[in-house]
């Protein structure tokens, strides 16, 4: 294929018959303007398996490719919507804002969603750069939204998010669900592999009201690891990672958390916000390093319960 449209319109149509996998050459630059009607750069809709994966990767040596989007004026624009799927893999493949103003920025890198009761299950989303704007407040590098899923195996669950770099969004990894009824996500790792790094920077900035680099809400067996996050900027409440309302295990281990910035006099700063529930068995917080809570006149605590 040419490009990312004949690809993904190809898939979409007709479909797998086996295992898939998109080698997208190192170095190159696909620009693509989202149209109003839909709000997205490239939708997906078509599944894989355990057996028969789909994985679009980045090919030989040099840059990843990039993904260069400019928005419409809604304010929900997505780079990649994956739509109800499973067993899909992006792997260094970068998304980038191309918007100058309000009315063409970007909100979502990666959006995993689906219609009701079927959301996305094994999505990886590894070795890729999600850079969009800080200055605009509904720009969040992944947004997982759990659309009224009854069970573990429908909700947004068992996806992997490695090696990744969120930068220069108003916020970093956003996890929640469409109402506090159905059930919640699980089993969802952010983290590294293969000795890379997890990076959230860069977040906010000095007008941003509550700033989150990872926001957890009904998720159940979570896992945060190995994942800094720094330079988080903003002139209300700031959480290096919130926990609210999960379930099973919550693992957050070996991350470092620095240099947390309000100018809010009545906000506060949190290295790891947790909001223990009782179908919690288990919270698990193992060598992490929380440094550089600042302000003139805000309390700041690294771990908060």
Not at 39 to 67: D, E, H, M, R
Not at 100 to 108: G, I, K, P, V
Request: glycine content about 12%.
């Amino acid at each position: 294929y040419n490009n990312f449209d004949d690809a993904v319109l190809d898939l979409n149509v007709l479909g797998i018959a086996g295992p898939v996998t998109f080698n997208v050459s190192a170095g190159q630059t696909f620009p693509v303007t989202i149209s109003a009607t839909y709000g997205y750069a490239y939708g997906f809709i078509t599944s894989g398996t355990a057996l028969n994966p789909i994985i679009f990767q980045k090919n030989g040596a040099g840059a990843n490719p990039v993904i260069s989007v400019t928005g419409s004026n809604l304010t929900n624009d997505v780079g990649m919507w994956l739509y109800g799927v499973d067993y899909i893999t992006f792997n260094g493949i970068d998304i980038s804002d191309a918007g100058t103003s309000s009315s063409n920025y970007l909100e979502r890198g990666y959006y995993l969603q689906g219609p009701t009761d079927n959301n996305c299950n094994h999505v990886t989303i590894k070795n890729c750069t999600i850079d969009l704007n800080k200055n605009n407040t509904s720009s969040y590098g992944v947004y997982c939204l759990n659309n009224l899923a009854t069970s573990a195996a429908n909700a947004n669950s068992y996806n992997s998010f490695l090696n990744n770099t969120i930068q220069d969004s108003y916020g970093g990894y956003y996890f929640n669900r469409v109402t506090s009824t159905t059930g919640n996500d699980f089993g969802n790792v952010i983290g590294t592999e293969s000795s890379g790094t997890s990076t959230i920077q860069n977040i906010g900035n000095s007008l941003s009201t509550t700033i989150y680099g990872i926001f957890s809400n009904y998720e159940e067996n979570f896992t945060v690891q190995n994942t800094t996050i720094n330079n988080l900027t903003g002139s209300g409440t700031i959480y290096g990672i919130l926990l609210s309302y999960g379930g099973g295990t919550q693992t957050i281990s070996g991350n470092t958390i620095s240099n947390l910035n309000t100018s809010g006099s009545s906000s506060y700063l949190y290295g790891i916000y947790f909001v223990p529930q009782p179908t919690i068995s288990n919270a698990i917080f193992n060598g992490n390093t929380i440094t550089g809570l600042t302000s003139s006149s805000t309390s700041g605590y690294s771990i908060y319960g």
